[in-house]
């Protein structure tokens, strides 16, 4: 995967590059959530590549980038985002936001509004984590160091997943893709992670200057950020148009990828001012076990 250099440290991310016939496309940039990479959009980056320019961030320790002894903080992710849009030259971007890339994204459309095109949040939340949530994360995050995520993935997987797609025998695949990325970061840069989403501070008294418009996504049955968080956010973004999706949990991109797709794909085709047709393409060729090549 291609990488840049961001306050001393390596970002690695995916690009698929701007579509056949199509150079002056408009990029749509992934961040995703805690415990993934960019993998995790990679149902809709497979049909949105035909339209957009897809760029997927692996945030710190996580995926492809490497561990940093420091940075994990969503401050310090946000400008980890700027950093890549500004040495991709592909501002405004559309930002898609999973759970933490949700958390960056608002810092990014509040703070950075010239850098933002549309903005696009997935089971998210603009206020600190639940207290109880807080305190289990601190706890997990100690254990994984400890012993490894392996034993832990009995315990994660009601957090990231809704009980239709835990239930359904198709979905094995998926988890164990997920299983097996996860289980080669390392455990301190998991930590580390872990606790810059538990600690993280709320955003709620910066996101009412949010301009760019604004689709807030949730899964009917999310435990980890549930639909009160994302009615919040539409409340506090003006203008923010808010969607509830039915059998899914909290990682809506794997969960329902068609629905997700098309949510996007019409909303981004409103933001750009331009008809896009709802996701109907094959998954990504060459995918490696450290992502996908375009």
């Not at 840049?4 to 990029?27: K, N, V």
């Not at 950075?112 to 706890?139: F, I, Q």
């Not at 203008?239 to 098309?262: K, M, N, W």
């Amino acid at each position: 995967m291609p990488t840049i250099r961001a306050s001393g440290t390596t970002i690695s991310y995916l690009d698929t590059g701007a579509p056949a016939g199509r150079p002056d496309a408009q990029t749509i940039l992934f961040g995703h959530g805690l415990l993934f990479s960019g993998w995790v959009f990679h149902p809709q980056i497979a049909a949105l590549r035909r339209h957009y320019r897809c760029v997927a961030i692996d945030w710190r320790g996580q995926g492809d980038s490497p561990a940093t002894p420091s940075g994990y903080d969503m401050d310090t992710l946000t400008g980890d985002a700027v950093a890549l849009i500004r040495a991709l030259g592909v501002a405004p971007v559309h930002w898609v936001g999973l759970s933490m890339g949700g958390f960056v994204g608002q810092r990014l459309a509040a703070r950075h509004g010239e850098l933002v095109r549309s903005l696009a949040l997935l089971d998210t939340s603009a206020g600190p984590e639940r207290r109880d949530l807080a305190a289990k994360s601190r706890m997990l995050a100690l254990a994984q160091l400890l012993i490894g995520i392996r034993p832990l993935l009995g315990t994660l997987r009601p957090l990231l997943f809704g009980p239709a797609f835990l239930a359904d025998p198709a979905a094995e695949a998926t988890l164990d893709e997920w299983a097996a990325r996860l289980q080669r970061s390392g455990r301190t840069a998991l930590r580390k992670a872990t606790l810059g989403v538990a600690d993280r501070a709320p955003v709620d008294t910066e996101i009412t200057e949010i301009t760019a418009p604004t689709l807030v996504v949730v899964g009917a049955d999310d435990a980890t950020t549930p639909l009160t968080e994302a009615q919040r956010i539409a409340g506090l973004v003006d203008g923010a148009r808010l969607e509830v999706v039915a059998d899914c949990g909290h990682t809506s991109p794997l969960e329902q990828p068609e629905a997700i797709t098309d949510l996007l794909a019409e909303f981004l085709g409103t933001s750009a001012g331009h008809a896009v047709p709802p996701s109907a393409e094959t998954p990504l060729k060459g995918e490696t076990n450290s992502g996908h090549t375009p």
